[in-house]
């Protein structure tokens, strides 16, 4: 402004939706994280519906200080990647703290219509006590594109959390499923680009409904609480101070409170799931051959030591300092009842795949996961209410091996040409990346052994536009 204050306008994008709720939720998360000590911007307006001057729902805010962390990230030094890390874990230990009535999304009571379920929420020590609720789970996978229009429970929930995404999906697909190929263009080449059914999907859906009650600890309370946690976080939503203090955390949007064994998790960030080394938890280090290495091999094993420090570092610093968290972490396959509850709730893009190979697995497992509770009667929760023959286990395996190959393959064309997992690169290297992207094409078609392989490489090549509303 004239006289130097400063404050960030915000707009939803045009494809976000719904819009009055997504907005709505954001600013009353903000404030009533805020209100108990968080350091997030102050809101100073908002309108969560379009029926203003600008013609758009919009959130003006404190323009946050400090350095935005993505900016500095990669080239901090190791001790003060501990420090972030750290602060980090500090910082989600008092979110961890907060206590909820239920699960689903925040909103001040005055933003949702009547009619709308909601449960009000006390807040300590603040003036705004009564002012909040828990309303309907903003999360996107729930209301991406035909999805929204979709009448189904979104919440607020007291048991249902677990199921909502899957009830959603099988209804969007009984609606409106149809044959498409894998989104990602990679995957397509192991069904010989064959479009694949939803029906393969819709089943695994059902299987996923029959046993999500019994992926639910029974016997440990504090895993079911309701827990709010940053949806996104990653180093460009996080501002720190020269000191590396904590000065702000942006970009609440899609923020939901859900049961702590469905919301816990490593920060894509920080988390190096896949490697055997960061999943042993064993103190990394580099090789003892480190020196024989040409520089081209040294500079991958420093990198694959940095992700190995971050994983180890944000997992041993949440033992001591977020025990709650740790405790969730380590739970007995805390990460395959994640994987689930994701894979069950994400929108189908032509992947009958992946939520199948955790079924699979999880009937593997069915006598560690599902076994009966200390002191009850019977053995109803020892048989696995669903089951596969040895043929679909095998091929099924078989295809999610091959899909894991397809995306990290996609990731090394990412790291080759230089961009992010949504394309974006920074303006000033736009050019530069495009023609490196132009030529990982030629070289590829080059490559091709056949001319209907070239034709197939051009009509499905990873980094062309598409026409991505079939998938909505």
Known sequence: MRDGFQFVGRIPYPITEPKHLVVASEVATMDFLRSQGIPVPQ??????????????????????????????????????????????????????????PASGSLYYTKDLQTGI??????????????????????????????????????????????????????????????????????????????????LDHLDSLAKYLRVAPYLIPHNNETLNRPTLRHPDLQPNNVFVSDELEITGLIDWQHCAILPLFAQCGIPNSL???????????????????FDELDDRSQFEQVLLLR????????????????????????????????????????????????????????????????????????DTRTLCPISFTEDEVTECKRLNAAQIEADEQLQACRDVIGIGP??????????????????????????????????????HWIFDDFDEEVYS
């Open 117 to 198: 379920r909601k449960v009000k929420v006390a807040v300590a020590n603040s003036a705004l006590n009564n002012d909040f609720c828990i309303g309907p789970d903003t999360r996107l996978d729930l209301w991406y594109g035909k999805r929204g229009d979709i009448e189904i429970d979104r919440g607020p929930y007291s048991a249902g959390a677990l199921t909502a995404g899957a009830k959603k999906e099988n209804a969007y697909l009984t609606k409106f499923g149809q044959p498409l190929h894998p989104f990602q263009r990679l995957r397509r080449e192991i069904y010989n680009y064959q479009k694949q059914s939803p």
């Open 307 to 378: 992700r190995r420090q971050l994983h180890y570092f944000y997992v041993a610093t949440t033992a001591k300092l977020n025990p709650t968290h740790y405790d969730a972490l380590t739970y007995n396959f805390s990460m395959l009842r994640r994987k689930l509850f994701d894979h069950a709730s994400c929108p189908w893009e032509g992947d009958n795949v992946t939520l199948k190979a955790d079924l699979i697995s999880l009937s593997e497992n069915w006598s560690s996961i599902a076994a009966p509770e200390p002191g009850a009667s019977g």
């Open 271 to 289: 988390q190096n799931y896949g490697d055997s080394v960061s999943e042993s938890l064993a103190t990394p280090e580099l090789p003892a051959h």
């Open 43 to 100: 809101i100073y307006s908002y309108s969560a519906t379009s029926e203003n001057a600008a013609g758009t729902e919009y959130m003006f805010m404190e323009r946050t200080q400090g350095t935005n962390l993505g900016d500095i990230w990669f080239d901090l030094s190791e001790k003060a990647r501990i420090t972030v890390v750290t602060k980090l874990v500090e910082l989600e230990s008092r979110l961890f703290a907060l206590a909820f």
């Open 422 to 459: 949504e394309g974006w690169v920074p303006l000033e290297y736009y050019e530069e990346t495009k023609q490196r992207a132009l030529k990982l094409k030629a070289d590829a078609l080059e490559a091709a052994e056949s001319e209907e392989e070239r034709v197939r490489l051009g009509e």
